[in-house]
């Protein structure tokens, strides 16, 4: 017996190369997916209109202490170079909090 | 390099002992309207070489029309010949006018060409989906981006999670759509 081997057309070889994505209920796919979206598509290395990196570092630890207008609104999502120190800020916050659930302070 | 004359490239033809004639007259007429013709390539195509690719055309056609008549002399072949290489000329011109060339693929950069606004479109798109976001969404948003949980944000702003991804699903969805992502669960 001769199996044809059917080649996809149309919608369904569009399909097959962009499949549909599930996201989880944290939209973690998302943030993931728009975060490597600004860092390709916003290249900011002179960086025009950036907030102060003690902004970054503030909005980072103590988040409730900044404001819209400290941010510049929106600029952070429409620069790469203030997302990858924004993801930096992250990790290391997420380093230190986990170092110290691991050791925590003696009372 | 020294273009080839056309009496070098044609004269494959074979002729019948009656028609030997042609032969002779021809090549007179070809070295008559040769510099011409190179002039003429030059002037209207930017290429002299073209001349020869023009001139065996034209000599193909003289051959023909002067086979079927009665013998003439290298002035009449002449100007057959210089009519034929002008008929020539003006079809190929005809045929340049529906093309046009901008310069050969070695000018071409070896790099693909990147649109230079492809930022600025990228720019505008996101603006586009954020765009009469309320102040609160926008902050959200921005909270979520850097950090792992909505819970993290909602306890940020003083809010529960639901809460919080409710107020920003219409923008979520709209980035989703640009992303090509799919809602959990839909």
Redesign the interface.
Known sequence: MTVATVEPIGKEAVAEH?P????????????E???K?ILT???NPERIGCPDPAVLKK??DT??EV??AD?K??H???CAEC?RA?ME??QRR?LAKMQEESHPPIP | MPLSSPSNLCWNVIFPPEQEWIEKTLHVAIKTIWQRARNTARTQFGDESLAVEIMEVAIEKAINRLKEGPPVGSDEASLLLDRFYAQEARRRRKANRKLTFLGSSAELPSNPVQNPL??VD??ID??VI?QGTP?EV??A??????????SEVAE?LGTSAASI?VRCQRA?KK??HR???????K
Do not use: M, V
Request: avoid cysteine; glycine fraction near 4%; charged fraction near 25%.
């Open positions: 962009q549909i994505l599930h996201d989880d209920p944290n939209d973690t796919l998302l943030f997916k728009l975060q979206y598509h916003y290249p909005f980072a988040p409730r404001g819209l941010l609104d929106l952070i999502f429409k997302t924004l800020l992250r997420e | 492809a930022p990228s720019a996101l603006d954020l102040p926008r902050l948003l921005l909270l979520r981006h850097s950090r792992a949980r909505w940020i991804r979520l980035i989703r992303l090509g992502i799919s809602e959990h669960g």
